[in-house]
């Protein structure tokens, strides 16, 4: 298995510009989770998916950020506009969910917004 | 508010030595306790689950639970220069029953002198 895919790996930006990050779970996972990692908060959970479907979106930071998941193979995380606060990497993870919880993740997105 | 709590290090060990991390969780609800270990660069690597009291051991790394003190712990025997990097402890309300987000502790940073 080729495990989370995630795009791009690197991305820079000018401040206010949209930024749209993708991510490919791991296949017959059903649980997908995007998470945000700096230096100051560590790894903090954006948003997760259970089969497609929007659980928990509380720790997406402002209105600005926004995730969809339209099948069960294709996730995107979205910032618009983007403020040069929004630099982090970005992990996309995924896991069995309903018998597993164990989470796999992406090699990340790193974000600079300039 | 759910809280994982790390020292955050470093903590440099001999090689060859047995390396010792220790975490502490807030929420009394957590059910599954995961250590992963992440390079600099890289994405976290899940190494070790653990669902139930006690030990349990995997090679050469031993996880271990107390719920009662809210305590979970990684081992590392016969360490080596490649265990160095940065170890992040996560704990998850459920069980199996459906995935949620794992919350993170901000990690301790192992150096393994050789």
């Known amino acids: 298995d080729a495990g989370v895919i995630q795009s791009p790996r690197h991305e820079v930006t000018e401040m206010g510009q949209e930024v749209t990050l993708r991510c490919k779970p791991i296949s017959g996972h059903n649980s997908l989770f995007w998470y945000r990692q700096t230096m100051m908060r560590g790894l903090e959970l954006l948003i997760y998916?259970?089969?497609?479907?929007?659980?928990?979106d509380s720790g997406m930071p402002e209105d600005r950020f926004s995730a969809k998941m339209p099948n069960a193979s294709f996730s995107t995380l979205k910032i618009q506009p983007s403020e040069p606060r929004d630099s982090a990497v970005y992990f996309c993870?995924?896991?069995?969910?309903?018998?597993?919880?164990?989470?796999?993740f992406g090699q990340g997105t790193r974000l600079t917004v300039v | 508010q759910k809280e994982v709590e790390q020292n955050s290090g470093p903590l440099s060990v001999p090689e060859g030595a047995i390396a010792s991390l220790n975490c502490t969780y807030s929420?009394?609800?957590?059910?599954?306790f995961f250590w992963y270990r992440q390079y600099s660069g890289k994405s976290p690597e899940l190494i070790m689950s653990?669902?139930?009291?006690g030990d349990k051991e995997d090679g050469r790394f031993t996880a271990q639970l107390n719920k009662a003190s809210q305590y979970v712990s990684l081992l590392i025997r016969d360490s080596q220069p490649s265990d160095s990097a940065t170890y992040l402890c996560?704990?998850?309300?459920?069980?199996?029953?459906?995935?949620?987000?794992?919350?993170f502790g901000k990690g301790t940073h192992l150096i393994i002198q050789p």
């Open positions: 996560a704990v998850n309300r459920r069980s199996g029953g459906g995935a949620d987000g794992l919350t």
């Open positions: 993870a995924s896991s069995l969910g309903h018998t597993n919880t164990e989470a796999f």
């Open positions: 929420d009394r609800g957590s059910q599954s």
């Open positions: 653990i669902y139930s009291n």
């Open positions: 998916f259970n089969n497609n479907v929007p659980i928990d």
